[in-house]
C-alpha cells in the first residue's frame, strides 16, 4: 500500500481510539476535568505528562534544529531536560502538597490577592496560546504532507479533534488519551531511527551510530563552506541565557504543572517526575542521533543533484511550499550551500549560492522518506507527529479553561455557581479556545521549536520565580509578587516583539542587547522578576501570620496524608 493509504489507516485508528477514550473518560464534575479527580497512579501519570510534554516541537522541530544548529542545537536538550530535574524538586511535590485545581489558583491563594490571581490567570492563557500556536502548526505540517490538504485545512481538522475529547472528558480523558500518544509518538520515533541507523552505521543503537556519522558530517559541512557541525557558532553568553530560560521556563509552565495535580500523594507527584525523566529520555538521547542521520542524508540526496532527476519525494515535499529549489544560475543543478536561498520577501538572494530553503519542521517527517524506508514506518511517524501535536495541544486547551472558567469566572465573578455551570463554563471556554488556538495555529510566528522557545521564556520570567518565591520566601507578599511579575513579564515580552519581524518587530540582530536572542531573554526577565520583587516585598508590610505559616506548612508538614484540595 501506498504512504497515502497507510496514513489514512494509522490516523483514523488513533483518532478513532482518541475519541473512544474520550467517550469512555466523560466527566461529570470540575475535579474530574481539571485535575482527573487527583486518581491517576505515578507510572501512567509520568507517561501522561510526557505526551503532554513533547509536543510538536520535540517530536517535529528539535531534531531539524539540532540537524542546522549543530552544537548550538544542543541547547534545547540541555534546558528542556533540565527544566524537568528543577521541576521535580523544587515545584511539583509543594504546589501538589498545597492542593489547588490550577497555578492561578495557588497564586491567588498564596499571596492573598484578587488582582494577583487574575494577573496570574491572564498570563497562564499568554503562554498557553504562544505554546499552542506551535503544536497547531505542527499538525498543519503533517496533514498538508501526508493527506494532501493545505496547512489551514490541518490545522483545521487537529483543532476539531481536541476540542472533541478536551470538553468531553477534561483532565480525566485526557490524561489517559495522552498515555496512548505517548506510546504512538515513542514508536513512531524510535523505530525509524533504529532503521536508519541500521542502514548507515550497522549498529540498531542510534546513540552510538551516531558517535560513527558525527565526524563524516563535520568534514561534509566544511566541504560545502559551512562551519564544523560541532563547532559553536552562538556566543557563550546567549547559549548559557537560552538554556537556562528552557530550564526554568520548564519549570514554570503551567499545563505541565497541572499534571502533578492529578496524582494521589505528594510521594505520586514527585515519582511521576522521575517516571516523565525516563520516558522522556528515550526521544531525547535519541534525537541528536536522528538529526545527524537526516543531515547527511538529505545533503548526499539533494546536494550537486540535477533538478530534473530529484527523488519523487521531493517534488512531493516541493508541494507544501515547505522544501523549495530557486535556480540562481540557471543551470538546473540543486546546489545546498550557506546562506539562505530566498530573501524574506521570497525574492531570491543574490548574496548566497544556496538555492535550497528546508523547513526545520519537515526532518522528522521527511527523513524516513529519503532513506527508502517502508510506506508504513513513514506513516508511522506522521501519526506519531499528529500524537505529539494533539496531546500537548489538549493540556493547553484545559490550562486556558481552568484559568478563564475556574480563576476568573467561579473564583471572582460568580462564586455560589453551580457544579453543573462551572463544568459547562469549562467546556465553553475549551471551545472558544480552540477558535483561538486554530486562528494562531494558521498564523505563527515562526516555526515549530522558534514559537515554543518564545513561551518558555515568557513562563521563565513569570511564573517560575512567582512560584518558587511564594514557596520559599514566606516574607514575600502580593505587592512584591506583582511588581516582580509585572517588570519581568513585561520586559520579556517587549524584547520578543520587538525582534521578531513576524510579529511587527523592528529590531535587528546587531541590536540584541549583549547579542542574547529572544530565545535567551527569559533569563533577564527572570531575574529581573525575582530582583524587583524581593525589594519590594522588603519595603512594604510582610504577608499576614496565617499567610507565613500556610508556606511553612507547605514546605514542613505536620501530618503524613495526602493533600486534599480546597
Not at 488519551?177 to 506510546?183: I, L, M, P, S
Not at 495555529?441 to 518565591?469: K, R
Amino acid at each position: 500500500m501506498s504512504v497515502q493509504v497507510w496514513t489514512y489507516i494509522l490516523v483514523a485508528v488513533t483518532f478513532g481510539l482518541y475519541i473512544g477514550i474520550a467517550f469512555a473518560t466523560r466527566v461529570k464534575d470540575t475535579r474530574s476535568f481539571y485535575i482527573a479527580g487527583q486518581g491517576i497512579p505515578p507510572l501512567w501519570n509520568g507517561m501522561a505528562i510526557a505526551a503532554d510534554w513533547m509536543s510538536a516541537a520535540s517530536f517535529l522541530s528539535m531534531t531539524g534544529l539540532i540537524a542546522f544548529m549543530g552544537y548550538d542545537g544542543a541547547v534545547y536538550l540541555m534546558g528542556w531536560t533540565g527544566g524537568y530535574v528543577l521541576l521535580a524538586l523544587l515545584l511539583a511535590p509543594f504546589l501538589r502538597r498545597f492542593g489547588k485545581f490550577t497555578v492561578p489558583d495557588f497564586v491567588g491563594d498564596r499571596y492573598g490577592s484578587d488582582a494577583l490571581r487574575v494577573l496570574a490567570a491572564l498570563t497562564a492563557i499568554l503562554i498557553s496560546f504562544v505554546y499552542v500556536a506551535g503544536q497547531m502548526r505542527g499538525v498543519g505540517v503533517v496533514f498538508s504532507r501526508f493527506l494532501q490538504v493545505d496547512i489551514s485545512t490541518g490545522v483545521i481538522i487537529g483543532v476539531l479533534m481536541v476540542f472533541l475529547y478536551a470538553s468531553m472528558s477534561g483532565m480525566k480523558g485526557i490524561t489517559w488519551t495522552q498515555v496512548t500518544q505517548y506510546v504512538v509518538l515513542i514508536l513512531a520515533f524510535l523505530i525509524p531511527s533504529i532503521a536508519i541507523s541500521l542502514q548507515q552505521t550497522g549498529n540498531p543503537l542510534p546513540q552510538l551510530g551516531f558517535l560513527n556519522v558525527v565526524g563524516d558530517l563535520d568534514a561534509l559541512q566544511r566541504e560545502l563552506g559551512f562551519a564544523a557541525y560541532t563547532a559553536q557558532t552562538k556566543s557563550t553568553l546567549d547559549i548559557f541565557c537560552i538554556t537556562m530560560a528552557l530550564m526554568v521556563g520548564t519549570a514554570g509552565l503551567p499545563h505541565v504543572i497541572t499534571r502533578f495535580y492529578t496524582t494521589p500523594t505528594v510521594r505520586d507527584a514527585r515519582t511521576s517526575a522521575i517516571y516523565a525523566i525516563c520516558f522522556i529520555a528515550l526521544l531525547y538521547t535519541t534525537a541528536p542521533a536522528l538529526a545527524v542521520f537526516a543531515k547527511t542524508n538529505l545533503i548526499g540526496s539533494l546536494n550537486d543533484r540535477p533538478y530534473a532527476e530529484a527523488p519523487a519525494w521531493f517534488k512531493t515535499w516541493e508541494a507544501t511550499k515547505l522544501l523549495s529549489f530557486t535556480d540562481k544560475n540557471g543551470d538546473g543543478v540543486i546546489q545546498y550551500r550557506p546562506g539562505n536561498a530566498l530573501n524574506a520577501d521570497k525574492t531570491p538572494n543574490a548574496d548566497s549560492a544556496n538555492e535550497l530553503t528546508i523547513d526545520n519542521d519537515i526532518m522528522v517527517l521527511a527523513t524516513p522518506e529519503v532513506a527508502n524506508l517502508s510506506p508504513f514506518i513513514i506513516a508511522l511517524v506522521a501519526a506519531g507527529g499528529l500524537a505529539a501535536a494533539l496531546s500537548t495541544a489538549s493540556g493547553l486547551l484545559i490550562t486556558v479553561s481552568g484559568a478563564v472558567a475556574h480563576d476568573i469566572y467561579y473564583k471572582l465573578i460568580n462564586p455560589n455557581a453551580s457544579e453543573a455551570a462551572r463544568l459547562l463554563a469549562g467546556r465553553i471556554t475549551v471551545g472558544f479556545a480552540s477558535i483561538a488556538a486554530g486562528y494562531f495555529g494558521i498564523n505563527p510566528p515562526g516555526f515549530v521549536a522558534q514559537v515554543v522557545a518564545l513561551a518558555f521564556g515568557l513562563a521563565a520570567a513569570s511564573f517560575f520565580p512567582l512560584l518558587v518565591l511564594g514557596i520559599f520566601d514566606k516574607r514575600m507578599n502580593w505587592q512584591g509578587a506583582m511588581s516582580g511579575l509585572l517588570i519581568g513579564l513585561g520586559f520579556t515580552l517587549v524584547y520578543i516583539v520587538n525582534f521578531t519581524p513576524t510579529l511587527g518587530g523592528r529590531g535587528t540582530p546587531d541590536d540584541l542587547f549583549l547579542g542574547i536572542s529572544t530565545q535567551g531573554i527569559g533569563t533577564l526577565g527572570m531575574l529581573l522578576n525575582v530582583t524587583v520583587a524581593l525589594i519590594v516585598s522588603r519595603l512594604t508590610p510582610p504577608p499576614p501570620a496565617a499567610t507565613q505559616d500556610l508556606v511553612e506548612g507547605v514546605r514542613y508538614p505536620s501530618g503524613a496524608g495526602a493533600a486534599q484540595v480546597h
